[in-house]
């Protein structure tokens, strides 16, 4: 199988029907198909081909989409670039995945025309309109000419063994490319049909065609708005891939910051039936957005709703409860990364799991540093590891892929780095993730157990722990916290909350107070920023080495 030979066939099936939505601009499955293929010809006319690596630097859009699926149709790979990258960053990156085509909208063309001399393998520059009033940088070519002007490339042949790759946001290091097989992630996508009542899920372009026509008869293809970034893979995955394979629709909006009210007058506006998000960063602004709406009697009609997907972030059990008041929905928490998915805790009105508790995925398994499976109940601390569809390895780095693709008993595992232990009844307890790891006195403390026991504080709307150097400790455990608006708390109220929930050493020796807690904008952690925060704000008061 193959994505772009996938679509094509959903064009061919659905072709009527809706694939994109941004604002007032719709695209039909035949259309969607057209504008890719004119890409696509463009990009074969530039001399680009098998394997050629292509970027994407934009916000959330249909043009977004549409490169995608034009660069696939040439048997290419798709780059996906943070938009918050500035010149050094983008540098990296794109020299790092060797890309020969950039397709970037016009708010950041001058960040590419910054570095556009120092990238000697980068041919091909695509301007994507955006309405900002941008210019057409010298030597690029505007996306919609390109469109208009371009013949469609003829649908070829393709191989399942082609290489797909999405790099990691480099939260703990320099971002990585996890390369997969084109084919076998796009079949692992089209699980998704389980979830709509197709089981076993198809595994052949004729199985697909026939289950899209079924859930299109009974009018049960989703429409799905990915309220984080297509540029990391919850949102790309989640909220692309799974619904395109599926023949559904994929709604965006305006992600260059997040607005929740936004978000849910498009899921009125166009019926979504789901809605992927990344954890408490985005689940609590939209649990607010719907409460003050409730108290304004100006309620949002979310009845279409179905699903709500998260992974990649803690997603607490109170946020859950507050949505679930809101709505009969399904509420789907992930435990993945970039190089697999391991668990999952589904969380419905009749059974609200608690934070961070999931059930293990069939072909998943806890180990111990000595790679024996964790017996349930020990309360021993292991890692958690994918045994499904397993990552080929890190783009140009053999090192790292070594560390983290390998075999035990004879079975290729994925080891992203997250701990857990587990309960008698084979549940696992999230932990966090290693690299994050404190040691304090000794002992190793995770910044996620620290951050969900604080969370529970009513004062508390957002924070992130890390450890501060100390002489005595090593490292001290310290908070960074924001309150919710008319809210307040001190230090000692919240060591004293996290005490009655954590063992001793866990709570925080320090609690410092910001008006905003600083995350990425997929809403993952910026551990760095808030390591140097910790630091900064300790040493303002004496506590620092």
């Known amino acids: 199988m193959h994505f772009a030979t996938m679509w094509e ?51 959330n859009s249909n043009e977004h989409i549409e490169a995608e699926f034009g660069i696939f149709k040439i048997s290419g790979g798709p780059i996906n670039v ?40 980068l041919k091909t520059f695509i301007q994507i309109d955006d309405g900002s009033g941008t210019a057409l940088l010298d030597g690029a070519f505007d996306y919609e000419t390109i469109i208009n002007q371009t013949k469609p490339m003829p649908r070829i042949e393709r191989s399942a063994d082609e290489v797909y790759m999405l790099y ?18 796009c079949e692992g996508m089209l699980a998704a049909f389980e979830s709509r009542g197709i089981s076993p899920p198809p595994t052949t372009y004729e199985e697909a065609a026939e289950a899209t026509l079924k859930l299109a008869a009974a009018n049960a293809l989703p429409v799905t708005l990915s309220a984080c970034p297509l540029m990391h893979g919850t949102g790309m995955w989640l909220g692309a891939f799974m619904p395109l394979g599926m023949g559904g629709t994929v709604v965006t909006i305006d992600n260059s910051s997040f607005n929740p009210d936004e978000l849910w007058e498009t899921v009125a506006r166009n019926s979504v039936t789901d809605i992927i998000i990344v954890g408490d960063a985005f689940g609590k602004p939209m649990l607010d957005s719907l409460r003050k709406a409730k108290e304004e009697n100006r309620e949002y009609d979310i009845s279409s709703v179905q699903f709500v997907s998260s992974s990649g972030v803690m997603w607490t059990h109170e946020v859950k409860k507050g949505l679930l008041e809101f709505g009969d929905m399904i509420l789907n928490d992930a435990l993945g990364s970039t190089e697999g998915g391991m668990a999952r805790s589904i969380t419905t009105r009749d059974n609200i799991e608690g934070t961070a508790e999931f059930e293990l995925m069939e072909t998943s398994k806890v180990f111990d540093e000595n790679d024996k499976q964790v017996v349930p109940g020990s309360n021993v601390t292991g890692m958690v590891a994918n045994g499904g569809r397993v990552p080929i390895g890190y783009y140009k780095d053999p090192v790292k892929s070594a560390a983290t693709f390998r075999e035990i008993d004879g079975q290729r595992y994925s080891f992203p780095g997250d701990f857990a232990t587990v309960d008698a009844d084979g549940k696992i307890r999230l932990l966090g993730r290693g690299s994050m790891c404190i040691n304090t006195m000794g002992e190793k403390v995770f910044p996620e157990e620290v951050e969900e026991a604080i969370k529970t504080h009513p004062a508390i709307y957002d924070c992130l722990v890390a450890g501060v150097k100390d002489p005595k400790f090593g490292e001290r455990v310290t908070a960074v916290v924001s309150t919710r608006p008319g809210m307040s708390a001190n230090e000692t109220d919240v060591i004293e909350h996290v005490k009655n929930r954590l063992a001793g050493y866990k709570k925080p020796k320090n609690v410092f107070f910001v008006e905003v807690v600083q995350r990425a904008t997929n809403g993952k952690a910026d551990y760095k920023w808030a390591k140097a925060k910790a630091a900064e704000e300790a040493a303002k008061v004496g506590v620092s080495a």
Request: avoid cysteine; proline fraction near 2%.
């Open 168 to 185: 990691t946001g480099g939260t703990t290091g320099m971002p990585k490319g996890v390369m997969y097989h084109n084919g076998e992630f």
């Open 9 to 59: 066939q959903v064009s061919d099936t659905v072709g009527d029907r809706i694939a994109l939505i941004h604002g007032d601009n719709k695209v039909t499955w035949s259309d969607f198909e057209s504008r890719a293929a004119r890409i696509a010809g463009f990009l074969t006319e530039r001399g680009h081909g098998v394997d050629s690596k292509a970027a994407i630097y934009a916000y």
């Open 82 to 121: 943070n938009y918050r990258y500035l010149a050094d960053e983008l540098i990296y990156l794109l020299e790092n995945s060797d890309s020969e085509v950039i397709f970037y909208q016009a708010v950041f063309a001058d960040r590419i025309a910054e570095i556009k001399t120092k990238l000697p393998k």
